[in-house]
């Protein structure tokens, strides 16, 4: 994707992260599943001490490569970050899932681990793909001949399900898998954690974006692409109850 990562990236995803993150100066910064640490340079920019994490050592590297001198980079798994090296609890003012969180299995050690790394008060922002509209496989744009008019078709949605990928890549090609969930499960899984959702995005690519570029395949605007998620550390746990009432109920399937 380059050291900037890609247009949908730069243009869309990384401008609602920082929107939600509300970064100050002085404040840290954790980038759960940070790949290539494109966000690295947005972060310092904002006065941040930044921190990616990430499962690939070899995505670490380039990112140690690329970014090295805006933050730190440490291999870990998102599932178990206090056994990762360097990092401790309650260290950060904000974390974030920039594109990631549907690329990891399980969401409720994910999530619990992300708030195990938040201070009170912090904030956690995922940003995904928007999982109502956007179901890889499941989910395309049709035309209606008799309306005349450009519709979303979704032929599965509250099924989670997990989407086997192969990425071309410089040298060769690679699988990935990514996980698709109802809205429901990133909802109730950020309460399970003990995290209140104070703030949602829902970013739409404009249909004609300047010149008629790839953007043009996108619908009237009028459905998301992205979907992005703002919580909050507040309190203890047994302040919040997490895990009780609807949370609980919602996500025994
Ligand atoms: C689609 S990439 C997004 C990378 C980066 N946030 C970005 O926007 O460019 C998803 C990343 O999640 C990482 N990942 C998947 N499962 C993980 C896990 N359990 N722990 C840490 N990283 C993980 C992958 O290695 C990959 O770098």
């Given at each position: 994707m380059g050291e900037r990562g890609g247009e949908h990236h730069r243009r869309f995803a990384v401008p609602a992260v920082l929107e939600l993150l509300e970064l100050r100066p002085g404040e840290s910064l954790l980038d759960i599943g940070a790949g290539q640490g494109v966000l690295a340079p947005h972060a310092a920019a904002a006065g941040a001490n930044y921190t990616g994490v990430d499962a690939s050592e070899r995505l670490i590297r380039l990112a140690?490569?690329?970014?090295?001198?805006?933050?730190?980079?440490?291999?870990?798994?998102?599932?178990?970050?206090?056994?990762?090296?360097?990092?401790?609890?309650?260290?950060?003012?904000?974390?974030?899932?920039?594109?990631?969180?549907?690329?990891?299995?399980?969401?409720?050690?994910?999530?619990?681990?992300?708030?195990?790394?938040?201070?009170?008060?912090?904030?956690?922002?995922?940003?995904?793909?928007?999982?109502?509209?956007?179901?890889?496989?499941?989910?395309?744009?049709?035309?209606?001949?008799?309306?005349?008019?450009?519709?979303?078709?979704?032929?599965?949605?509250?099924?989670?399900?997990?989407?086997?990928?192969?990425?071309?890549?410089?040298?060769?090609?690679?699988?990935?898998?990514?996980?698709?969930?109802?809205?429901?499960?990133?909802?109730?899984?950020v309460a399970t954690a003990g995290l209140v959702l104070d703030g949602m995005r829902e970013i739409a690519v404009p249909r004609w974006d300047g010149e008629r570029s790839r953007f043009a395949r996108e619908g009237s605007g009028e459905i998301p692409l992205f979907l992005g998620l703002r919580a909050l550390k507040l309190g203890t746990r047994g302040e919040h109850r997490p895990g009780s009432g609807l949370a609980r109920h919602v996500t025994s399937r």
């Open positions: 140690r490569r690329r970014h090295g001198r805006c933050g730190r980079f440490l291999i870990g798994d998102a599932r178990r970050l206090r056994s990762t090296p360097g990092l401790e609890a309650a260290a950060f003012e904000a974390a974030v899932f920039l594109l990631s969180i549907q690329d990891m299995d399980d969401l409720e050690a994910v999530l619990a681990s992300a708030g195990w790394a938040l201070r009170l008060g912090g904030r956690l922002v995922l940003l995904m793909r928007h999982p109502c509209f956007r179901i890889p496989r499941q989910s395309g744009w049709g035309w209606d001949r008799s309306r005349k008019l450009e519709y979303r078709r979704i032929d599965r949605y509250l099924s989670p399900l997990h989407v086997p990928n192969r990425v071309e890549l410089r040298g060769g090609s690679a699988r990935t898998l990514s996980f698709h969930r109802p809205l429901s499960d990133y909802v109730n899984g």
